[in-house]
Each structure stands twice: as C-alpha cells, then as structure tokens.
C-alpha cells in the first residue's frame, strides 16, 4: 500500500509494515534482529521519529511511530529498509529485492486506536503460534512494557501513562492487557472497557 504525500506530515501518527519478497524470511539469525534494530535506532533522531512499539516477525516487521518533521517517514522506510536489504543480501551472497514493496502505513487518529494498535503489534508472535506470552518473543515492545524497560530509543504514548499505577504495578497491568484475548476495536467502549479491567485489578491487589 502506498503512502500518501500528505500523510507523511508533522504530528501524525502510524501504523507502517513490510513484508518480505513472496513472503519470505527476512530475518534468519539473531545477528539479523539485532541489525535491523540498531539500524533503526540510528536513524530516528536524524529522520525525527520516534518509535512507540514495534515488532520483528520472521517475515515480515510491524511499527507504530509519530512523524515530527514532513516526509520523515518516507526517508526512514527507505534508509532503513535499503541498508538492511543490502546487508543481508551481501552477507548470503544474494541479489534481487528482499522486501515485498516499500512499506503500507495507516493513520492512528485516537486514543482508542493507538491502544488497540499497540497490542496488536506485541501480540503478533503469539497470534503466530511461536510464542504463548507475547513477552517470550524478544523482537517487539512488549517486554519493554511489561517486564523492563528495554530500549531507550522507544517512546511511551500517552494512553500508557493513563493506567492507574505506576513502575512495576503498571507493568503488569500492561501485561494484563496484553494477554487479553477478547479487545475489540470495533467497539466505541473498548477503551474504557480495558481501563476498567486494570483499575478492578488494582483494587483487588
């Protein structure tokens, strides 16, 4: 899916993904995670953006960012995914396209969206059957949220902020959330609904 022009602005936020070539493997070793991860954290400050959650699937890479400078996702997308195409491709003595296309990006426009954005990006592994807890996959957010912070370079959004705890108490309500199975975005209650929860689990704790 192509982004268009005037998505790609100041203040905007978004989901963005790339899938490998024919859907193939992308990521093989864990030096390859690990490439695409610092590649990424050296890019954001020189292309302002700042990552909000994240994935690293076998085939293919989910993001949530916010675009603090016109254009900015456009430029990072192509650096990243450029520098790491070549750097696989040279280092399996391969030619030819890695990625699919581009990337696809999709405008998050609430709170509500940004929450059920979030978790379904962490939950990724799990809905894949490779792991039980998202937390278990070490390639995504959602340990940085529910166990320890982890990456400097990821940035809390502010639906985060609002769960009614802080530190190690609002980790495991994070976590809680994350192994919720029944969240629906389709409802106009589904924030509230997941607040609710965790403010009823810290009452009973």
């Not at 790609?8 to 995670?33: A, E, K, M, N, P």
């Not at 790491?84 to 030819?96: D, E, I, L, P, V």
Request: with cysteine.
């Amino acid at each position: 899916m192509a982004t268009p022009r005037q998505q790609d602005q100041s203040g905007s936020l978004h989901h963005v993904g790339c899938r490998g070539h024919d859907r193939q493997q992308i990521f093989v070793t864990t030096g390859d995670f690990l490439l695409y991860l610092r590649s990424l954290e050296s890019f954001l400050e020189a292309e302002e953006i700042q990552v909000h959650a994240f994935v690293l699937m076998p085939n293919h890479i989910h993001l949530l960012i916010s675009v603090l400078k016109d254009g900015a996702m456009g430029r990072l997308m192509r650096r990243l995914n450029g520098r790491y195409s070549a750097c696989f491709n040279r280092a399996r003595g391969r030619t030819g396209c890695l990625w699919e296309a581009r990337y696809w990006s999709k405008p998050v426009t609430s709170d509500e969206q940004a929450m059920f954005t979030q978790l379904y990006i962490e939950r990724n592994p799990k809905r894949a059957g490779l792991v039980k807890d998202p937390v278990d996959w070490l390639w995504s957010s959602a340990r940085h949220f529910s166990v320890n912070p982890t990456w400097s370079w990821v940035t809390t959004l502010p639906w985060v902020t609002t769960l009614p705890a802080d530190g190690a108490n609002r980790a495991r309500f994070y976590h809680n959330l994350l192994k919720r199975d029944d969240l629906n975005r389709e409802s106009p209650l589904w924030l509230a609904d997941c607040l609710q929860t965790v403010q009823g689990q810290s009452a009973d704790s």
